[in-house]
């Protein structure tokens, strides 16, 4: 479990981080989304007890990483920022001092090293230079070292940073598989990411938090959800038709490709009144689609909503 | 094994994985050796002993520790590891007497493969080998002393560069302090007593007085104080990094 109370970091005039609140069960996977320099790895960075929080507390498993920094430290595996490793050190010597470290115990430190390298396809550069290696690759070397202590917590940022998409899968379902029991805190800004793996969507920006809810929920937020889409050659003439339904709010067509979307009026549901419209006029509807919602257009409308709005938006979504 | 051990090994594997460890080894032994021969007249002076080998030790130190020590923590703090490494379990502690007692050892191993001008001095006449076990000791505690201080500066500041020249600073001060040059600079301008407060700060001053074979409590003291004092210090900038 991750909970921080009032979580604050000031450097100089600019607070990075303000009065964040956020509580993380296990089982879940939260991901914290913002803008760049919305203080997403400042705040990883307190609850992993590298910086000192200026107010506020966060705590690891129950244990207040300012005040028990040690066990704090024990439950956690962290990722952070760039993954950073030592660059002379073969794979095998930086992840054995990572054994070292954590004191894991012989037999099952060897067994416990096997599979986290088998896991992450690091069998065939063990031996080579982690200065040597890609950028994927380093990585997946700072994933295997967040993981190697089977830690209750996993906090990563940005943990598919600069991975190909096969990768990217890759990591996705090592951390689905991680999921089940543990507590995931991952950071990112990469919002097909959030579908693929978190069950829980944190935004913030500024350093405070914006929105706190399930990805469907933010979906919701949406004005493309519930809309429909289609695209239909000499769909034209239908779109006065398509007006007059009483479920509909408006309609808007794309100039490049000519896909017209519907947006239903607040509560209404569109897709059977317009598919059966569509199929009165005799169009031949290449295809037809339900929107769930657009995440990015979610995101960039709480994210660049001044301060106040943005507290009205987290302030009902506490309710 | 503890987190100390760890950091340890880990440290001294990377002197010796960047060619940092072969450099000052070789540039060590050969300043060692040609300079007591060439500026230390060693035949000349006719006495079976180390003095004019040790004498030249602090400045070889002055150039050579704050280069092992600079990377220390600038690097760290300069890649990201910083934070890999602060956030595992280990104290801030553990860290810093982990990477001091890395360069320590490594200082010690330079200092013991200097051995042939020891048995060259046993070859050509009878020394006294008390006297130079003492020199060396002295010698080692003089670098743990530089070493603590380069500990120190380097978790200051993300530059090498800056370590490097703050450290060779720092103690070509204490070296120089108990010079009578500067003493009598002092002489008009201080009272009495500080003077000489000041003229024990000499780092020379004590180290010369072991390299002799007095071996004084006061002497050993002093290096191990200022060991523990600089690396506490570093420990806090350390610590006060992470709340700025």
């Given at each position: 479990?991750?909970?921080?109370?009032?979580?604050?970091?000031c450097?100089?005039?600019?607070?990075?981080?303000?009065?964040?609140?956020?509580?993380?069960?296990?089982?879940?996977?939260?991901?914290?989304?913002?803008?760049?320099?919305?203080?997403?790895?400042?705040?990883?960075?307190?609850?992993?007890?590298?910086?000192?929080?200026?107010?506020?507390?966060?705590r690891?498993?129950?244990y207040?990483?300012?005040?028990?920094p040690?066990?704090?430290?024990?439950?956690?595996?962290?990722?952070?920022?760039?993954?950073?490793?030592y660059?002379?050190?073969?794979?095998?010597?930086?992840?054995q001092?990572?054994?070292?470290?954590?004191?894991?115990?012989?037999?099952?430190?060897?067994?416990?090293?096997?599979?986290?390298?088998h896991?992450?396809?690091?069998?065939?550069?063990?031996?080579l230079?982690?200065?040597?290696?890609?950028?994927?690759?380093?990585r997946?070397?700072?994933?295997?070292?967040?993981?190697?202590?089977?830690?209750?917590?996993?906090?990563?940022?940005?943990?598919?940073?600069?991975?190909?998409?096969?990768?990217?899968?890759?990591?996705?379902?090592?951390?689905?598989t991680?999921?089940?029991?543990?507590?995931?805190?991952?950071?990112?800004?990469?919002?097909?990411?959030?579908?693929?793996?978190?069950?829980?969507?944190?935004?913030?920006?500024?350093g405070?938090?914006?929105?706190?809810?399930?990805?469907?929920?933010?979906?919701?937020?949406?004005r493309?959800?519930?809309?429909?889409?289609f695209?239909?050659?000499?769909?034209?003439?239908?779109?006065?038709?398509?007006?007059?339904?009483?479920?509909?709010?408006?309609?808007?067509?794309?100039?490049?490709?000519?896909?017209?979307?519907?947006?239903?009026?607040?509560?209404?549901?569109?897709?059977?009144?317009?598919?059966?419209?569509?199929?009165?006029?005799?169009?031949?509807?290449?295809?037809?689609?339900?929107?769930?919602?657009?995440?990015?257009?979610?995101?960039?409308?709480?994210?660049?909503?001044?301060?106040?709005?943005?507290?009205?938006?987290?302030?009902?979504?506490?309710? | 094994?503890?987190?100390?051990?760890a950091?340890?090994?880990?440290?001294?594997?990377?002197?010796?994985?960047?060619?940092?460890?072969?450099?000052?080894?070789?540039?060590?032994?050969?300043?060692?050796?040609?300079?007591?021969?060439?500026?230390?007249?060693?035949?000349?002076?006719?006495?079976?002993?180390?003095?004019?080998?040790f004498?030249?030790?602090?400045?070889?130190?002055?150039?050579?520790?704050p280069?092992?020590?600079?990377?220390?923590?600038?690097?760290?703090?300069?890649?990201?590891?910083?934070?890999?490494?602060?956030?595992?379990?280990?104290?801030?502690?553990?860290?810093m007497?982990?990477?001091?007692?890395?360069?320590?050892?490594?200082?010690?191993?330079?200092?013991l493969?200097?051995?042939?001008?020891?048995?060259?001095?046993?070859?050509?006449?009878?020394?006294?080998?008390?006297?130079?076990?003492?020199?060396?000791?002295?010698?080692?505690?003089?670098?743990?002393?530089?070493?603590?201080?380069?500990?120190c500066?380097?978790?200051?500041?993300?530059?090498?560069?800056?370590?490097?020249?703050?450290?060779?600073?720092?103690c070509?001060?204490?070296?120089?302090?108990?010079?009578?040059?500067?003493?009598?600079?002092?002489?008009?301008?201080?009272p009495?007593?500080?003077?000489?407060?000041?003229?024990?700060?000499?780092?020379?001053?004590?180290?010369?007085?072991?390299?002799?074979?007095?071996?004084?409590?006061?002497?050993?003291?002093?290096f191990?104080?200022?060991?523990?004092?600089?690396?506490?210090?570093?420990?806090?900038?350390?610590?006060?990094?992470?709340?700025?």
């Amino acid at each position: 479990m991750i909970e921080t109370d009032q979580l604050t970091r000031c450097y100089g005039n600019l607070t990075a981080v303000d009065a964040l609140s956020i509580r993380v069960e296990p089982g879940q996977v939260l991901g914290l989304l913002g803008p760049n320099g919305a203080g997403k790895s400042t705040a990883m960075r307190m609850i992993a007890g590298f910086l000192i929080p200026t107010s506020g507390t966060a705590r690891v498993c129950g244990y207040d990483v300012s005040r028990e920094p040690l066990k704090a430290k024990r439950a956690l595996g962290y990722l952070p920022e760039g993954a950073p490793s030592y660059g002379e050190m073969t794979v095998r010597e930086f992840l054995q001092f990572i054994v070292r470290m954590r004191g894991l115990k012989a037999d099952a430190a060897y067994r416990r090293f096997d599979e986290v390298v088998h896991r992450l396809q690091l069998e065939e550069v063990l031996g080579l230079g982690i200065d040597t290696l890609s950028k994927g690759l380093r990585r997946r070397v700072g994933l295997a070292q967040a993981i190697l202590h089977d830690p209750p917590v996993l906090m990563l940022d940005e943990p598919t940073d600069g991975l190909d998409p096969n990768q990217k899968h890759a990591v996705r379902q090592l951390i689905d598989t991680m999921a089940r029991e543990r507590t995931i805190l991952i950071s990112t800004h990469l919002l097909e990411e959030v579908h693929a793996l978190c069950n829980r969507v944190v935004i913030i920006a500024h350093g405070k938090l914006l929105a706190d809810a399930t990805p469907a929920e933010l979906e919701q937020r949406s004005r493309y959800h519930g809309a429909v889409s289609f695209s239909a050659p000499g769909a034209g003439m239908s779109q006065e038709m398509l007006g007059r339904l009483p479920q509909v709010a408006s309609i808007e067509v794309d100039p490049l490709d000519g896909r017209i979307t519907v947006f239903p009026k607040t509560g209404e549901r569109i897709l059977e009144p317009v598919e059966t419209l569509l199929r009165e006029q005799g169009l031949e509807v290449s295809e037809i689609q339900l929107e769930r919602g657009r995440l990015d257009e979610v995101f960039r409308q709480i994210t660049t909503q001044d301060a106040d709005a943005g507290r009205n938006v987290s302030s009902e979504t506490a309710e | 094994m503890s987190p100390i051990n760890a950091v340890m090994r880990r440290e001294l594997r990377s002197y010796f994985v960047t060619p940092v460890a072969y450099v000052f080894l070789v540039i060590f032994l050969v300043l060692a050796g040609t300079l007591t021969f060439y500026a230390g007249d060693f035949y000349e002076r006719e006495q079976a002993d180390l003095q004019p080998f040790f004498v030249m030790h602090p400045w070889l130190y002055l150039i050579l520790v704050p280069a092992i020590t600079m990377r220390m923590w600038a690097e760290e703090s300069k890649g990201g590891t910083l934070e890999l490494l602060l956030t595992l379990p280990l104290t801030l502690w553990q860290a810093m007497l982990g990477k001091f007692l890395a360069a320590w050892l490594f200082i010690g191993l330079a200092l013991l493969l200097t051995f042939p001008i020891w048995i060259t001095v046993n070859y050509l006449g009878a020394p006294d080998n008390g006297v130079i076990a003492a020199g060396y000791l002295g010698s080692w505690l003089m670098a743990g002393t530089f070493i603590a201080i380069g500990a120190c500066l380097s978790a200051l500041t993300r530059s090498q560069v800056v370590a490097f020249i703050l450290t060779a600073l720092v103690c070509v001060l204490l070296i120089l302090v108990g010079q009578p040059q500067v003493l009598d600079f002092f002489q008009g301008a201080l009272p009495r007593k500080l003077v000489r407060a000041i003229a024990h700060m000499s780092m020379l001053q004590h180290f010369e007085a072991i390299s002799r074979g007095v071996l004084d409590v006061r002497d050993l003291l002093y290096f191990l104080i200022s060991m523990i004092g600089w690396l506490i210090a570093g420990v806090l900038l350390l610590d006060l990094k992470r709340t700025r």
